[in-house]
């Protein structure tokens, strides 16, 4: 039997034991077929700077993950497990997240390529509030009484769904596990979820902590591997109930002709070309904080980033000035360790190579270069999938640049006069999930925050991101909604029981 661990150290001296096999019934086990994956450190990466190698899952595996999952579900440790229970076991694993907070953080930045510091201040706050939330709706789920007529008693109750598959990206990997993991639990489902095969390694530490918070076996269960097979066995796979996707519009399309199949319930939450509004009574400063933030941080790969900037036209010019010197001051690119980093490597080279296809398209399409547009090589060995921060502006909407996700440091930017202009450039796209504006009328905010197509509407701030509300897209953006109460509705249905009282009247 090979073994299914591996040690470790990383570029920031962090020593650790990384589980690498498949987490099936609470053990870490060997793929089937023997099939594996690689993962690199992308700041290191153009020939193979190979961190570790896991245990690929194919379809036998998912089979015997579906089965044990199956079981977990009916047996009486999760069944009967109550609410309350359910609840505590769920803070404790959150704890144990925190405690390993810094372990964890390590493991993200090294696999995917973002800064050290994002991951412990952004993505591990996130990860353990998202459980610990979570764990506190376990029993605080009320079902109905509806009224009828005297001969009738009629109730709801609410269950879970049962097997439940979740597939993520790599972008947020550890955040994006709590984000799908904390609601499936808390209605009381098993789950099997498979990371990205770009980030397949803070996963199985997570698996780890799962038996030693006492979570029953089988109840989570974790697999790596490709998504055309770990993620299409998967999919396709007759007992599992539902789908949670995080990940591309395309592969969403894919998935949900693969689901109609076998109609299971399913919940997508696709990409973005995020639009940003700035008036000419904003706060220019503010403005030009958050439109560099929401787009420049984690390299730009960021479902929500707001990559579409659009400018009142008498403030545009000073605008365009002030986000350049933004760029030249703010967005250092370095490694994922070094303290002035602001921007680390893209995740892996297919990334790398898209966001600078998607440069030379803009270029080619007409619009201005006003900054970057350019990889960028850091230290001596010139390796690394670093790409420099780059504005476009002059963007007009036919350009693929301002319709397509590029899901890297690149912004469109272009101007408009009115507020109808502005909402007008805002809504031509395919995509909805988040939208920013910003201005000092708070009748003109409103009025954009119900006219706006998107999930999501943030006000003089952008990607507000917190576990107690709703996020996720319409439009091609997605379907159904991740965190706060409405989490709750993806992971759990309701059942309607008819009592007849009326028999002996
Ligand atoms: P992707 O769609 O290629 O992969 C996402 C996941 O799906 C991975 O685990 C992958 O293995 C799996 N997968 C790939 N093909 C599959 C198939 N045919 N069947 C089943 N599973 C399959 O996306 P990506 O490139 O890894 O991630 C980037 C995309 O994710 C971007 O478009 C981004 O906007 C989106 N994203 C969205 C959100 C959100 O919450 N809306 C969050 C993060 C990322």
């Not at 991951?119 to 109905?144: H, M, P």
Request: charged share 25%.
């Amino acid at each position: 039997m090979a073994r299914l661990t591996v040690d470790l150290e990383a570029p920031n001296g962090v020593k650790y034991t990384q589980p690498t096999g498949l987490f099936i019934g609470n053990d870490f086990v060997e793929s089937k077929s023997g099939k594996t994956l690689t993962t690199i450190d992308p700041a290191l990466d153009k020939i193979e700077e190979v961190i570790a190698t896991v245990q690929a899952a194919d379809a036998d595996d998912v089979e015997q993950a579906v089965k044990v999952a199956r079981a977990a579900f009916k047996d009486p440790s999760w069944k009967q497990l109550s609410a309350s229970d359910r609840g505590r076991l769920m803070s404790r694993f959150a704890d144990l997240i925190e405690e390993k907070r810094e372990l964890f953080a390590t493991i993200d930045a090294w696999d995917n390529g973002k800064t050290y510091q994002e991951a412990l201040e952004n993505d591990l706050v996130e990860a353990v509030c998202v459980i610990r939330y979570y764990s506190g709706w376990a029993d605080k789920t009320f079902d109905q009484t509806i009224s009828t007529t005297p001969k009738k008693f009629a109730y709801t109750l609410r269950q879970p769904i049962g097997v439940v598959a979740q597939i993520i990206p790599w972008n947020y990997p550890l955040a994006m596990a709590t984000w799908k993991l904390g609601p499936a639990l808390a209605c009381g489902n098993t789950v099997i979820i498979k990371a990205a095969e770009q980030t397949p390694l803070s996963i199985l530490v997570l698996g780890q902590l799962i038996k030693e918070a006492g979570v029953p076996s089988g109840v989570i269960n974790i697999l790596n591997g490709p998504g055309k097979e770990t993620g299409v066995a998967l999919v396709q796979h007759r007992f599992v109930d539902k789908i949670a996707f995080t990940g591309s519009a395309a592969t969403a399309t894919s998935i949900m002709s693969i689901v109609s199949k076998t109609l299971k319930n399913i919940t997508l939450e696709n990409g973005g070309k995020s639009p940003l509004l700035v008036f000419a009574d904003a706060d220019l400063d503010e403005a030009v904080k958050w439109s560099h933030l929401e787009i420049m941080s984690n390299q730009g790969q960021i479902c929500t980033a707001t990559s579409r900037i659009m400018i009142q036209d008498c403030i545009y010019d000073e605008f365009l000035r002030r986000f350049r010197d933004t760029i030249k001051t703010v967005s250092c690119v370095g490694k994922q360790w070094d303290k002035e980093s602001y921007q680390g490597p893209q995740v892996y080279k297919v990334q790398f190579d898209r966001v600078l296809e998607y440069i030379e398209i803009g270029k080619e399409e007409g619009a201005v270069l006003l900054a970057g547009g350019h990889p960028v090589t850091v230290g001596d060995r010139g390796k690394g999938f670093f790409v420099a921060p780059t504005i476009f502006t002059d963007v007009t909407p036919s350009m693929r640049i301002w319709r397509e996700e590029i899901f890297g440091p690149v912004v469109a930017i272009c101007r408009f006069s009115t507020e109808k202009e502005a909402l007008e450039l805002a809504n031509h796209t395919t995509y909805g999930l988040g939208a920013a504006v910003f201005t000092k009328d708070l009748e003109r905010a409103h009025r954009i925050a119900v006219e706006i197509e998107a999930g999501m509407v943030w006000v003089n701030s952008s990607q507000d991101c917190d576990p107690r509300i709703l996020f996720g897209g319409v439009k091609q953006s997605g379907i159904g909604r991740e965190l706060g109460e409405a989490g709750l509705e993806a992971y759990s249905q309701i059942k309607a029981v008819h009592v007849n009282m009326g028999n002996r009247l």
